[in-house]
């Protein structure tokens, strides 16, 4: 059998590049005894033509510098498993945080779940406290604004998501700094309210618990800090994306649609002063 022109075929560029036309025989030959280079590429090939056989997928690019950082991965495995889906957007909020050195304020994050982004903010961060925000009951009940729109997304039902805040807190013990509300949101905003925000991250899928997030928050997050929304760019989550969109129309700064599927707001200077609270 003959494979497609182009389909065994790596970027042009990489030196790699073989004659148009390989058969399968050729392919598996490489797999077997080519260089890891070609051992690669051939991996890579298969799994974007069972992609595309499967249909409705892709496989993502591989050669990027951050999917090699060894200690990343040592403390992804650790706190969020077997799940690789979400590698990407913590790897980002990691790089965020970290840029926000200068930034005075505390961090915190509404949606803990099991404490894998708390934990790379906490990683990252430079000081102060870190304020962990969950029901640890799941998800609250979903409202109408949380109705897909497309039919391959499946609707939230009220308790999904449930984790125990055990595995939070045991996920996050190396962190002394991190402060627990357990309760439904917005119930225990109250307690940090005299507090500001170098970084705010929010992931509760939901509209309602999202625009309640966002109107306590935004206001207390110093200038140059940073809210991401996790939920942004999600086909399954268009309620977090309506709430940070109806909020955003009287703020001066846009969200920032990430190809991760997060949204990113970099707040601007303002009057108000900022500082962590004690
Ligand atoms: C997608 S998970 C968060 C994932 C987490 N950020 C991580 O890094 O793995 C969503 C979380 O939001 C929480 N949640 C949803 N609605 C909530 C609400 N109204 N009040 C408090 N927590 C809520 C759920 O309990 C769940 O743990």
Redesign the pocket.
Known sequence: MILRPGLLQPRSGTGLEPPPRRSWWWALRRLAFGTAAERRLIRYRLAEIAASAIGGCWVPEDQKLWQQDQSFWRDYRRV?GRNLR?AER?YAVRELVRALADVPGDTA??????????FFICQARGGGTHHA????????APASEDEPEVSTAAAWRAGD???SETVARRNLASFPEVRFYP???PERFGEVASCRFSFV?I????Y??TRDSLEFFYPRVSPGGMIVC?DYGYVNCPGAKQACDELAADWPEPWIHLPTGQGLLIKQASESDASSCS
């Open positions: 969020a979400s913590k994050e509404c949606g803990v779940f099991e404490g894998a982004t708390s925000f969950d029901s640890f009951a799941g998800l609250s998501l449930c984790r309760g439904w949101i991250h992931d509760v899928d939901l309602r618990p996790d």
